[in-house]
């Protein structure tokens, strides 16, 4: 089996390469930075790390979705099964790469406000999150931002603004990825200098404070061959942030054909590269067990298989398989499946799923494996999950199996 080098040196570039179907990434936004007209916020202060009590840890788990904004047409905030689901975020908006404030397009107002009201009419409310960046959200832009303290204020001045003109209940950083040691000591100062605004702001309106999160990488350093070596700053984060989202998905795919792979596996009995080592690494950097949120995957990736008769994990392949560009969302596999008479496997090793038809191969998680993260997750005391993506999942089974493995 590959060593998964290659997937994750593509990785250290781009985590969500799915984000609007297979390595299409949404458009920039073509519009001026917002201008809420909500109260001001106060500025944020440049603090040393020493100057803040830690946020306290969440008081029960997150089960939580990203719902990718662009498929609205098809699936609305109206047509999440919202009983699945503590947090819903928002996905994405970007920067402004000169003024630094968040960008609110007309078409992103509109559904902010139908996206928010539909979580809060629930009983109970869903807390609605608003993520900013994705895989397609401008490195650059965020590193240009984060290295300077005035940089920094205007950012998170504007995030602050923007969540509470759209009556928002936190907000999300999506940052793929700090690319060295000296941009990720300046995302350590911007989530210091964040959190400390937000507890100023609650203090000084009376409203509730704003929670603070982060999509992050699977595990908490960079460490195959190829990267930079580099490790998140986890003391800052570990006081600043309400939890991280850890992405434990896309180990193998698309930018390697030579084999198939498990794109999400709990365990690889060959290497790192696995949801197990990501979470309990992060663990092991400081952040508390409660603040560590599992990724999970609604959505599959597909080799063409060089021999049919060869079909296990690490099977030699030639191509791509069905599916746009080697992805299929989780619905579309269970229909290929259905329809190609599939032979599905459930892999003890890794605790992944995967199928095959002819020379299709599909690698995906399903309420099998699922169900055994969640099991994991629980018994190393970690604070809950998200899927991406809120809509791929098919008639909500998964979502379903991982609201009631949570419950056991």
Request: glycine share 8%.
């Amino acid at each position: 089996m590959a060593s998964g080098f290659i997937a994750f040196l593509i990785l250290t570039t781009s985590f969500f390469p799915f984000i609007s179907r297979a390595g299409a990434y949404r458009p920039a936004p073509a519009a001026s930075p917002s201008s809420p007209t909500g109260p001001p916020v106060p500025v944020p202060a440049c603090v040393p790390s020493a100057a803040m009590a830690p946020v306290p840890l969440p008081l029960s788990a997150i089960k939580a979705g990203y719902w990718p904004s662009w498929i609205n047409s098809t699936s609305p905030p109206s047509s999440i099964n919202l009983s699945y689901f503590t947090h819903i975020y928002y996905a994405f908006v970007e920067l402004d790469n000169t003024s630094f404030e968040l960008v609110v397009t007309p078409s992103d107002a509109g559904m902010l406000a139908d996206f928010t009201a539909t979580l809060h009419a629930h009983d109970p409310p869903i807390k609605a999150m608003l993520s900013i960046g994705g895989g397609g959200g401008g490195g650059d832009t965020f590193a240009n931002m984060a290295a300077d303290c005035s940089t920094r204020s205007a950012f998170i001045r504007s995030t602050i603004a923007v969540a509470r003109e759209y009556n928002l209940d936190g907000l999300d950083l999506d940052w793929e990825f700090p690319a060295n040691p000296e941009k990720m000591a300046s995302l350590g100062d911007l989530f210091m200098e964040w959190r400390d605004a937000i507890s100023r702001e609650a203090a000084e309106t009376g409203r509730p404070s704003l929670l603070l999160t982060s999509a992050v990488y699977f595990a908490s350093h960079f460490f195959l061959t190829g990267d930079t070596p580099r490790s998140y700053p986890a003391d800052q984060m570990a006081v600043s942030l309400d939890w991280i989202n850890a992405m434990c998905y896309d180990y193998h795919g698309s930018w390697d054909t030579s084999e198939t792979g498990a794109p999400a596996a709990l365990y690889d009995p060959n290497s790192n590269v696995s949801t197990s080592y990501g979470l309990t690494s992060w663990v092991e950097a400081g952040i508390p067990p409660t603040k560590v949120v599992m990724g999970l995957p609604l959505y599959g990736r597909t080799w063409k298989l060089k021999d049919p008769a060869d079909h296990g994990i690490g099977a030699p392949a030639v191509g791509l398989g069905p599916g746009t560009d080697g992805v299929m969302l989780y619905s579309e596999v269970v229909n290929f499946n259905t329809e190609n008479n599939a032979t599905q496997v459930d892999d003890e090793i890794t605790v992944s799923v995967y199928s095959y038809a002819g020379t299709s191969w599909i690698g995906y998680d399903n309420p099998w494996s699922v169900t055994r993260k969640i099991e994991f997750a629980q018994e190393h005391g970690l604070g809950g999950y998200f899927f991406w993506a809120v809509g791929y999942d098919k008639d909500w089974s998964i979502s379903r199996g991982a609201w009631d493995a949570w419950q056991s």
